[in-house]
């Protein structure tokens, strides 16, 4: 029950973000998207690189969750293609991977506002963890937005 009532204190406050989750495991995008939607989130769903790019060039979402092992385009290369378009440059994109940091340091210099570890989502601390690296990032991305609406 604890762990239903850390998810529910996310409603209460956050506003209304849309996230694109780029996932190709449909049980870890299940799982992420019940963690989203409990936190008031709106998700999208892309379960490939050519589907993320699409989705994201169409919604223009609020945040990217990207996974970095994906079927057709790998992860890196989404990454550099949405940070190379002028229409999802600003969007901030948080990198999803099963393995260890040792690749954090190369997605940040490429662009990327944040790294998970995957395997973080199996307990409700890491899914907090990953709750607050959101709110973060689209705290510090919202004067971007704004800037690129006035421009």
């Known amino acids: 029950m604890q762990k239903h009532a850390n998810l529910v204190r996310w409603r209460t406050g956050v506003p209304k973000a849309t996230i694109l989750l780029v996932e190709d495991s449909k049980i870890q995008r299940m799982q992420s998207e019940r963690i989203l939607s409990k936190a008031g989130y709106t998700v999208l769903n892309a379960n490939d690189g050519e589907q993320a790019l699409q989705l ?31 229409a999802t440059a600003h969007i901030p994109v948080i990198a999803l991977s099963g393995l260890t940091q040792s690749n954090e340091a190369k997605l940040m210099q490429a662009g990327a506002a944040g790294y998970f570890e995957k395997s973080r989502f199996e307990d ?23 800037a690129i609406a006035g421009a």
């Open 56 to 86: 994201a060039r169409a919604n223009l979402p609020d945040l990217i969750l990207l996974d970095m092992l994906l079927p057709k385009l790998g992860g890196e290369q989404v990454l550099q293609m949405l940070k190379a378009d002028a």
């Open 124 to 146: 409700s601390m890491g899914q907090e963890a990953l709750l607050n690296m959101l709110q973060r990032v689209l705290r510090e991305s919202k004067p971007t937005k704004q």
